[in-house]
């Protein structure tokens, strides 16, 4: 088992927290903290969690206390030994312990046997704090998040989709080497984000020059070949597409900056049922009552609105 701490004061906490839980099987330790056992792996795999969004840190739990006190004993029991560590403290939420955090880590550190080492640790030890309870953990691995520099697309979009986001969505609905479908593709985020993640993907526009647009983008980020770009993006209507992905992502069209068609949504979102099993929405609005009425079922929503600005959804649901 591990823990993944989540990014502090994350805009998009609620949906990193689903994008684990629907990636990892992950679950909610307490607020800020997920576990997840590995079965399939018995060592840890770094790669699966640098490729997903809004992890801060990942921990091998320790033990864990109702209160410094019951900490400390709990710790003397673990008879830890360590090469030279340091602790480091980190609190999610409110803090209601009476502890300073210091004292109780000097107190922690008496419990390990080894040399404390400010300059050249080898092992770290993390306290975290909660509302409710103390944990003791080992950091395992600082998660590295590559944001692609969208400076070097030749054709950027001022309705594109932030990379994090298009990630996000990835992680949560498909695994590598499913076909993903995006039939809105625009300038290309979500097509390039599935290529990075080991994904094959096919990305649509009904628009031209976006479907150039997005394959000189692809080819700016070193897919390059003709044949590539045309085999990523191709020209087609999302209303009429036929075509049997596993998972399907769109930012949609429909709502956000203008208004909103429902009867052309409703006829797109109707035939791309038949695109996919898994589906991820980004929209104006929220589709979980759409989406019911046209009989997609295990519907999650969340919202990403960030204040004073258009409203934001994301809208997970299978066929
Ligand atoms: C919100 S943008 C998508 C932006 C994209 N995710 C990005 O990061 O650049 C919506 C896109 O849907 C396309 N679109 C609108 N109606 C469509 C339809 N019926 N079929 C296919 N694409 C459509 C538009 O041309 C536009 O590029």
Redesign the pocket.
């Known amino acids: 088992m591990i823990y993944l701490l989540l990014n502090r004061h994350a805009t998009y906490y609620s949906a990193y927290k689903l994008q684990l839980e629907m990636a990892l099987g992950a679950q909610k330790v307490t607020w800020g903290l997920l576990s997840y056992s590995q079965t399939t792996h018995s060592q840890f795999n770094a790669d699966i969690i640098n490729a997903l969004v809004g992890v801060r840190l990942v921990l091998e739990p320790i033990t864990q206390a109702d209160s410094p006190e019951a900490l400390i004993k709990a710790t003397q029991a673990c008879a830890l030994e360590s090469k030279p560590f340091v602790i480091e403290y980190t609190r999610i939420r409110k803090r209601v312990g009476r502890w300073p955090s210091r004292r109780l880590m000097g107190k922690l550190a008496l419990q390990i046997q080894g040399e404390i080492s400010y300059e050249k640790p080898q092992e770290r030890f993390y306290l975290i704090e909660s509302a409710e309870r103390y944990y003791l953990t080992r950091l395992l691995h600082v998660p590295v998040w590559t944001k692609p520099s969208y400076a070097q697309r030749p054709h950027a979009?001022s309705?594109?989709?932030s990379s994090e986001l298009?990630a996000l969505a990835v992680n949560a609905i498909s695994k590598p080497g499913d076909l993903l479908i995006?039939?809105?593709?625009?300038?290309?985020?979500?097509v390039y984000e599935a290529l990075q993640r080991g994904r094959q993907v096919k990305g649509?526009?009904?628009?031209w020059p976006?479907v150039i647009g997005a394959r000189e983008n692809l080819e700016a980020f070193g897919f390059s070949s003709l044949q590539d770009k045309r085999r990523f993006i191709a020209h087609?209507?999302?209303?009429t597409l036929t075509v049997n992905g596993d998972a399907l992502i769109a930012?949609?069209?429909y709502g956000?900056v203008v208004d909103i068609d429902m009867s052309r949504l409703e006829t797109?979102l109707k035939q791309l049922k038949t695109c996919a099993k898994r589906f991820a929405f980004f929209s104006g609005q929220d589709l979980s009552e759409l989406l019911t009425r046209l009989a997609y079922t295990h519907i999650k929503t969340v919202n990403l609105t960030i204040q004073a600005s258009h409203p934001r959804y994301l809208c997970f649901a299978q066929a």
């Open positions: 979009y309705a594109a989709l298009a995006d039939p809105c593709c625009g300038s290309g985020t979500i649509y526009d009904h628009k976006w087609a209507d999302a209303r930012n949609l069209p956000r797109m």
